[in-house]
């Protein structure tokens, strides 16, 4: 998610790590969900894990499992991106 003070920001560093959608789905080996989200101050680009609820806790393990797995995944591969693209 990009949350910053501005709405201008969270576009422009949006439309900069966008520039590289490609790129970063192929490394990944998924598509992920892409949200620009014009009309809001947020932006949002997330995977999401189906078949799961917060509300079952026989689901818990799998969706830690999948937090800790793809948190680390998004953070090695999107934070290189942002930090030389968006300045």
Do not use: C
């Amino acid at each position: 998610m990009f949350a910053r003070a501005e709405r201008s920001e969270n576009k422009a560093a949006f439309d900069a790590l966008y520039q590289h959608k490609s790129e970063i789905e192929s490394k990944l080996g998924t598509e992920l969900q892409w949200n620009r989200g014009d009309d809001i101050k947020s932006s949002k680009v997330f995977i999401q894990l189906d078949n799961v609820s917060i509300e079952n806790e026989d689901d818990w393990p799998q969706m830690a499992k999948f937090h800790a797995e793809w948190s680390k995944k998004f953070y090695d591969l999107i934070v290189p991106y942002i930090t030389v693209d968006w300045q």
